[in-house]
């Protein structure tokens, strides 16, 4: 399929399209409204899917073949925030505490953008190596890590401790590495047994999931005017640059063309889950209009409707015309 048709399809599907409906109803004021409980319900169970999905892969892939996918998840992990600390900081000239605070969002990973572009790659017929879940755990928490550190070797402060426990027992860390373990020890035809509760209706679960994303996404837009320009040129160019990279990388250590793209996707990502509770407790001086705004209303959505596509085509173009 053509790039543009490709795009088309994944606009058109019915989880963006669902994204949409939840924009709209915000602004026109609707009161649509998701209780914080279902809202709770619908993350847990995609999170969990998504770590025993991936911990099920695990079990029959050898150590081999994640060792480098491993490797290069942890490095990227640990050099985005740094990156991106030393642009906001320097070219955007913010104020330590904010430009740690988005490092530490960009650095870390979206596991619903994940989701959707497994979702594209298999709505496209595009396959990948089973183990990709197994990535966002391993990107998740060192972002985080060293976005906090940087802030705390500038500040000379902040309650480092309180809050690598909050990132660590968080919902987020403990569903997905928790689901991989038992994904790994039940093996695939133990989580067989799970297959119609966790992976039938798991897109239908995304869907009403993005509807309410949707709504979460238009209740930032108001806060874009505070953000200024830089910020909203940031929240866009940083994904595609971490989009290039992490396809890039995924080629360099020889995943398929669908993994890298998972990669890129993961790469391209930032949080809006386990890096705002990590931030409120240990930099509660950074203004979270900047952090949530950045990730929440502008990468987020970018992410969704137009990012995996591209993502997807800079893994087509590395593989089949550029060079790695």
Known sequence: ?????????????????????????????SDLRFPDELYTALSVFLLFAIGLKGGAAMSVSSPGELLLPALASLALGVGTPLWCYAILRYLGRMEVANAAAIAVHYGSVSA???IAGQ?????IGVKFEGFMPALVALMEVPAIVVGLLIAKWQLGG?????????VLAGKSVVLLVGGLLIGLAAGARGVEQVKPFFMDPFKGVLTLFLLEMG??????????????????????????????????????????????????????SASYIAAPAAVRISLPQANPSFYLTASLAITFPFNLTVGVPLYHAFSEWIYRGGTP
Do not use: C
């Open 112 to 114: 619903v953008t994940f």
């Open 215 to 268: 709504m979460a996404a238009a209740r930032r837009f108001r806060d874009l005017s505070k953000v200024g320009a830089f910020l909203l040129v940031f929240g866009l160019a940083m994904p595609v640059l971490h989009g290039l990279l992490g396809a890039w990388a995924g080629r360099l250590i020889g995943l398929s063309e669908g993994g890298a793209t998972l990669l890129a996707v993961l790469a391209a």
């Open 158 to 166: 902040g309650n480092l401790k309180q809050s690598l426990h909050e």
């Open 1 to 29: 399929m053509h790039t543009l048709e490709l795009l088309q399809a994944n606009l058109l599907s019915p989880m963006v399209l669902a994204f949409v409906l939840g924009i709209f109803a915000t602004i026109l004021r």
């Open 119 to 123: 979702t594209y790659l298999e709505k």
